[in-house]
């Protein structure tokens, strides 16, 4: 039975799911949830999510919801050797202080940058000082490595990657983040399904973001 999967490419917890099952050669079938369609939102979906979040698996019966979880799940279940997650405790903790750090980068990068554009809510300046100063330390602590926890690729970077990729899909300036450019840069150039699963077409991303838009805007006048 394969493993499936809940789903959309534009929702960056999900595009780390799916770039962690492509490094360890684990095929998903992919079953799409178009948020602007509400099928989140669905009974039947809440049945198995009651959180109505995507990504959510169904691996034979086993359903599991919250990106980062599932990625451990992942590799604790099929590649239980594989150095994306490392058993070492020490590391293990390093990657996990990651993912923990990458839920404070998904709330400064959707506040300033995915609600102004697909929700047409306009930033705040604490906002905006918060994206900053976090892509700032995101950038201090990358430093000169090639992955975030030094030699090797782990989860970590497959997360912070698929939040921190909305940077360049909305063509925002990274030249105040040169380590955090060189690093994406990096690891864009190794892996190819890095575009494959984050890059969109221009007019793609334009109509989801007014579809998204308009999905909302009905939502909130109906409250
Ligand atoms: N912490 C969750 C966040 C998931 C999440 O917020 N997904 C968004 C799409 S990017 C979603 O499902 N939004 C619809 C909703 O929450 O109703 C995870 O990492 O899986």
Known sequence: MPIHIYATRYSPPCRAVLMTAKQ??????????????????????????????????????????????????????????????PTDATKRALVDRWLNFDHTLTIAVRDACLRPYFMGVEPTEQSLKVFNDTMKLLDELIGNKKYLNGNHLTIADLSVLATTYTLKILNKDMTPFPNFKTWITGLTAEFPYVEEINKFDENDIKSQMNKTKTFFLEKLSKK
Do not use: V
């Open 24 to 85: 360890l050669n684990i095929d998903l079938n992919l079953k799409t949830i178009h948020l602007n369609e509400g099928q989140h939102l669905t009974e039947d979906y809440l049945k198995i999510n009651p959180a109505h979040s995507i990504p959510t698996i169904d691996d034979n019966g086993f359903i599991l919801w919250e990106s980062r979880a599932i990625m451990q799940y992942l590799c604790n279940r099929y590649a239980p050797d594989s150095p994306l997650y």
